[in-house]
């Protein structure tokens, strides 16, 4: 029993992980029936020792018994390896099999949550889930049904046997086990006490000692360092007592309970000498319980070790079960009949959760219309809404009150692969899979020729750069598209989105964290997107929608004003601030528009 | 990565907790000597019964030799334990203790950015790994591995051929258990590789989740992810089929001798060649003997796991410090930063810097300009000292930054970061990090001339406001003027600052620009620039690209060379500034997209 803090929620990990587990159900039972009979063999070499003592006490031992007890030992080792060895081999493949269900569950989900619901944070919780977790389930569930009905089996059945034999001689050799199980639940009850407080000196630590590396580079540039180091150092020191301290406490009956459990011969030897004395007990009897009845009661050991690993059950199964959880934006059959591509806001509230589970109102009666073929464009400090409403054409997430129409229907009345067709959406973070360039153009139009990619790649300035790699468009582009550049990323990202010719585009600060020689290749491709099409954009440099058709300026979740960019200067309101700053701030030279 | 070579590894990092891991081990060897002898008295009284003369007093005796042998082994185990868990934990905090002296060491560079993460695994898991391998699995191995060997032995002094007859199996197991473990850590291998790659696809199938759906490709998406489900699941059953015979074969062939000792004792007794009381002893210790190597055979893989922990803690503790001198040399003589030949690269093969001679003049204003990748952040680090050049020198007021003592560095020089860490403490702690006991009043004058102030007083509870981990979070706009602030408040002569790429909104980028502008008077500034107004009025440009100086002067002098990098990089900064998209009444899409 190592010195750990036992996860709370051992049976619901359990229970939420038996519907998976029922993949694996035969295999399983397979695994326990071996795994029991694989015990029963483990008691045939006691036995085969048994005989032999016993002969050899009574004077009667002979060849031929030797031999018969050997062969009955070999017997019993031979059938056990095998048996326990196939009860293993079943239970690991009924483990794979449950978890591949569990994974398969979880991305059949993601698939199926709104686009809202991955948040990074989750996002990260997800990926670290199917990783690390499941990995740890696996040694877990591979291990678990054999060794535990091997254990409890060896438990159960050695006891009963004694008791068959001898009911007072059996109660004495189990005896050991009455005490021991009050001493664990009292050992339990010290660990489960601590465990939070545990937890939390440990994760007290960790946070400490992150802290520490992170916050070290403005350490040494603002102070001496001292004062940071004492208090991690500190943290670690606290930790460490902690430790030091439960394990201290836990020691004596930690120690009781595994110098009990293998060391029932204390109580079987004076006990049956006792009786034997008496003669109420025969020679035979006395060997057989001198030889079975010691240290079997190790067994108990074993389950009790694997009762606490029961705990990490919890966290992989508890991750399926709150995605199941999450809400699915209802969506209608059948398509519906379209409009014009015209994107409307009406009326619309809406609020989202943040990481703690919060509500966040991001949009507070929003309207607005933007007919086909303009350019909208959206402006507004950080965290005022813009790229919320961006999302919510997207259909990221349903709106709490009023409604978004795309093409003169309510997105929530829309086949969602109807809406996709109909709506790109470009974003800062590109997502490129780690395939070949031209399977990742043709992600937009699965049946598109080589001539369509290159038409698109050059309208987008992407195709030099990719006819410069060494396979052309068929160059595998790495984890995240690592052979390109930021900014070759983002045009890459553009072309893939004229592939698309959807007449709704949606651009989310796409120059942002662009070099700023990309950029103007990236505002050409830009250029040849943009037309014929109803865009809305939030730019991340305010001279870039001086241009459009309608501009709205967003602050704490309305739009504040709206119009054109003359309109607006003549305004004099949060729009003129704004772009007064701006030119204050980039100072355009004289190619430039002057405010 | 030999087994021996890491527990020598582990007694070394001990330290002076050394003595009482050695304690430990010694213990645990001695309780598990003193666990046979109650089987050793369970023999005797065996063949005492055998030969018909076992007296009470006899058996009352042995009954108290038994007590008190269960009442040794528990106050061994407890000592052992005491020190195995006591001591490991205050030793291997301790052990954290010392390496995060040694972090705080080492150049800044070498902790910062990627390193965080791996530094921190160090500090945390890997430590965590070995105080667990310490308090639970070595005592285990030891446990375990002492019991056959110390049986064995004192078999051989009873009769040495049946003692050869008890160890042949365990001899006999060992290659078969050398060879399950070469074929497992060869298949171990190519499984972590299959692995990687599926569970990269798998990570690949999250992270693009959103694209996939926003291009309807979910459906493919989902079946190459099942894909690597399923192949992960082939992987794992694969190795599963291959290494469980083996290794219950192995486990088979030790507890085969368990049928050899019964029949060679068995016959050996008959033919009167070894008495009954050998006989005796060797048939009751042998069901005895070989269940702990079992255990043993588990825990091989903790200390294999113990052993790559160790590695890398001591790779940490391999890297050199950067070397400060203990007393003041010399004092600058003026505050201009200048760099004499310096080359440098993180991979000293690969230079990011290549003989770079500059100087940023006192009291002005030099900005770095340059594309991506020129090594402006690099030449950066090397002012702030975060590395030391591999050739040349960088020097402050004509003394090498080598020769200032840490203090001096820090008083003198102060980094901006892009990236702004702020620690868990209230706004007036953020502020006040690099002067400490300033006043209020200090402590918001430097917020307004870093334009803050306004919105620190905006937030919930003003400067008290409790902010970092933890606590309130705040925006890019907001931190950055924070930073500002804070380096205001500082008051260094030399400022070193990486301005952000990050998009903020007009209104915010004219304060942080104005705080700029605050922090960098008559303070020699050198400030990697991206902004037009930041470059255009530097007092100084120096021009990098791939790691070479390849302009310097004023904006007006660079312009003059119309063919040079810095009249190009700036043709293209104020063509994306003044760039418009186009609105609506521009032709439609291009023609070359509609194939």
């Not at chain 1, 989900?109 to 990926?127: D, F, I, K």
């Not at chain 2, 049946?162 to 298949?187: C, D, E, K, Q, Y």
Request: glycine share 10%.
């Amino acid at each position: 029993m190592a010195v750990t803090a036992r996860a709370p929620g051992a049976l619901r990990g359990v229970r939420l992980l038996l519907p998976f587990a029922r993949y694996g159900r035969w295999q399983y039972a397979a695994s326990a029936s071996l795994a029991l009979a694989g015990t029963a063999a483990q008691l045939l070499p006691y036995w085969a020792v048994f005989l032999v003592l016993r002969d050899l006490v009574d004077g009667t031992l002979t060849r031929g018994g030797v031999l018969d007890a050997a062969a009955v030992a070999l017997v019993g080792v031979v059938a056990m390896a095998a048996l326990l060895g196939g009860a293993t081999w079943l239970s690991h493949r009924a483990a794979f099999a449950t978890l591949e269900q569990l994974r398969l569950r979880i991305g059949h989900r993601l698939g199926e949550v709104p686009l809202g619901y991955l948040t990074r944070r989750r996002s990260g919780a997800v990926q670290r889930v199917l990783h690390d977790d499941v990995e740890r389930l696996e040694s877990f569930l591979a291990h678990a049904v054999p060794d535990l009905v091997s254990s409890a089996g060896t438990l159960v059945g050695i006891t009963v046997w004694l008791l068959v034999v001898d009911v007072r001689m059996g109660l004495a050799a189990a005896s050991v086990v009455a005490v021991a199980v009050p001493l664990m639940i009292v050992g339990a009850g010290i660990g489960a006490a601590r465990t939070e407080a545990y937890a939390r000196a440990m994760s007290r630590m960790n946070a400490s000692i992150v802290e520490f590396v992170r916050g070290l580079p403005v350490v040494r540039t603002f102070q001496r360092g001292d004062e940071l180091f004492a208090e991690t150092a500190a943290a670690v020191r606290d930790a460490t007592r902690f430790q030091a301290e439960w394990g201290r406490r836990l020691l004596p009956v930690h120690t009781a309970f595994y110098t009990l459990l293998s060391s029932n011969v204390v109580v079987v030897l004076p006990a049956g000498l006792w009786w034997w004395s008496r003669g109420e007990l025969t020679t035979a009897d006395l060997l057989f319980f001198l030889v079975l009845g010691l240290g079997y009661t190790t067994a108990l050991l074993k389950v009790v070790q694997l009762t606490t690993q029961l705990g990490r059950l919890a966290v992989g199964a508890a991750l399926v079960h709150e995605l199941d959880r999450a809400p699915v934006l209802p969506e209608p059959s059948a398509p519906a009949v379209l409009g014009p591509p015209t994107v409307e806001f009406d009326a619309v509230s809406f609020a989202h959760r943040d990481d703690a589970g919060r509500r966040v109102p991001a949009l507070r009666d929003v309207s607005f219309t933007a007919r086909p073929g303009t350019v909208t464009a959206v402006v507004g400090p950080s965290g005022a809404g813009k790229s919320t409403l961006l999302r919510l054409v997207a259909r990221f997430a349903d709106v709490d009150s009023g409604a978004v129409r795309v093409c003169g229907v309510d997105v929530r009345d829309l086949p969602v692969a109807q809406l996709m067709d109909r709506v790109a959406l470009v974003q800062q973070e590109t997502f490129l899979f780690d395939d070949t360039v031209a399977a990742n153009l043709r992600l937009a139009r699965p049946d598109a020729s080589d001539a369509d990619l290159e038409a698109a790649a050059r309208a987008a300035r992407i195709h030099d750069a990719v006819a410069a790699l060494p396979d052309g468009y068929a160059t595998r582009l790495g984890e995240h598209g690592a052979r390109l550049s930021g900014g070759e990323r983002q045009r890459l990202s553009v072309a893939r989105a004229l592939l698309k010719d959807a007449p709704v585009v949606l651009l989310d600060e796409v120059t942002a964290h662009v070099d700023p020689e990309n950029e103007v290749a990236l505002q050409h491709a830009l250029e040849v997107l943009v037309p014929g099409r109803t865009i809305i954009v939030v730019a991340h440099r305010l001279s870039t929608v001086a241009g459009t058709d309608e501009i709205l300026v967003m602050a704490g979740g309305r739009i504040a004003e709206r119009g054109r960019h003359e309109g607006l200067l003549a305004a004099d309101g949060h729009y003129a601030r704004m772009w007064e700053a701006f030119t204050a701030v980039e100072a355009p030279g004289p190619s430039g528009c002057a405010a | 990565m030999s087994g021996r070579g890491s527990l020598r590894t582990l007694w070394r990092s001990f330290g002076d907790h050394g003595r009482a891991l050695r304690a430990a081990v010694a213990l645990r060897m001695l309780a598990s000597i003193a666990m046979t002898v109650p089987v050793v008295a369970v023999a005797w009284v065996v063949e005492r019964i055998r030969a018909g003369v076992l007296t009470d007093r006899e058996a009352g005796a042995v009954a108290a030799i038994v007590v008190c042998s269960v009442v040794v082994q528990y106050g061994l185990w407890y000592a052992s334990n005491h020190f195995a868990w006591v001591r490991t934990f205050h030793a291997v905090g301790d052990g954290r203790i010392a390496a995060l002296r040694h972090v705080q060491s080492l150049p800044v560079g070498e902790v910062s950015g990627r390193r965080t993460g791996d530094i921190g695994a160090v500090l945390g898991a890997d430590h965590e790994q070995v105080a667990v391998f310490a308090h639970h699995g070595l005592m285990t191995l030891v446990g375990g591995a002492v019991v056959p060997v110390v049986t064995v032995a004192g078999l051989a002094v009873v009769d040495p051929a049946l003692a050869l007859a008890t160890g042949a199996s365990i001899v006999a197991a060992v290659p078969v258990f050398v060879g399950v473990n070469r074929a497992f850590v060869r298949r171990a291998l190519a499984r972590a590789d299959a692995l990687a790659e599926a569970n990269g696809r798998i990570v690949e199938y999250v992270q693009g989740i959103a694209t996939a759906r926003s291009y309807n490709r979910i459906g493919p998406a989902l079946a190459w992810y099942r894909d690597a489900v399923a192949r992960m699941r082939a992987v794992n059953d694969d190795l599963a089929v291959r290494i469980t015979p083996l290794a219950y074969v192995a486990i088979g062939t030790v507890f085969l001798g368990v049928p050899l000792v019964v029949a060679v004792a068995g016959y050996a007794v008959l033919g009167g060649r070894v008495d009954e009381w050998a006989a005796i002893v060797f048939l009751v210790l042998v069901l005895r003997v070989y269940a702990p190597l079992v255990s043993v055979a588990v825990e091989v893989e903790g200390l294999r796991l113990t052993d790559a922990a160790l590695t890398r803690i001591r790779r940490l503790h391999a890297l050199a410090p950067q070397a400060f001198p203990a007393r003041r040399l010399a004092e600058p003589d003026g505050h201009d930063l200048a760099f004499a030949g310096v080359t440098f690269g993180y991979d000293p093969a690969v230079p990011v810097l290549t003989d770079v001679t500059l100087t940023a003049p006192a009291g002005a204003v030099t900005a770095v300009v340059g594309p991506s990748g020129a090594g402006k952040s690099t030449l950066l680090a090397l002012a702030a000292r975060f590395h030391d050049p591999d050739r040349g020198e960088v020097r402050l007021g004509g003394v090498p930054l080598r020769d200032l003592t840490a203090d001096q560095l820090r008083r003198a020089v102060t980094v901006v970061f892009q990236d702004v860490y702020l620690f868990a403490g209230s706004v007036r702690d953020a502020i006040a990090f690099g002067a400490p006991g300033v006043d209020d009043a200090a402590v918001e004058a430097a917020a307004r001339a870093a334009r803050c102030h306004d919105l620190v007083t905006a937030l919930p509870d003003g400067y008290d406001t409790w902010v970092g981990e933890g606590g309130l979070t705040l925006s890019g706009g907001e931190r950055q003027r924070l930073s500002v602030a804070r380096a205001i408040l500082k008051d260094s002569p030399v400022v070193l600052l990486d301005e952000p790429t990050a998009a903020l909104d007009p209104l915010t980028e004219r304060d942080v620009q104005e705080g700029l502008a605050a922090l960098s008077h008559g303070r020699t500034t050198v400030v990697v620039a991206h902004r037009l107004s930041t470059i255009r009025t530097a007092d100084h440009i120096v021009v990098l690209d791939r790691g070479r100086v390849v302009q310097v002067g004023t904006h007006d002098e660079l312009l003059v060379d119309a063919g040079g990098r810095y009249a190009r990089l700036w043709a293209d900064r104020e063509r994306a500034v003044g760039w418009r998209l186009p609105g609506s009444g521009s032709p439609g899409p291009h023609p070359a997209v509609r194939a």
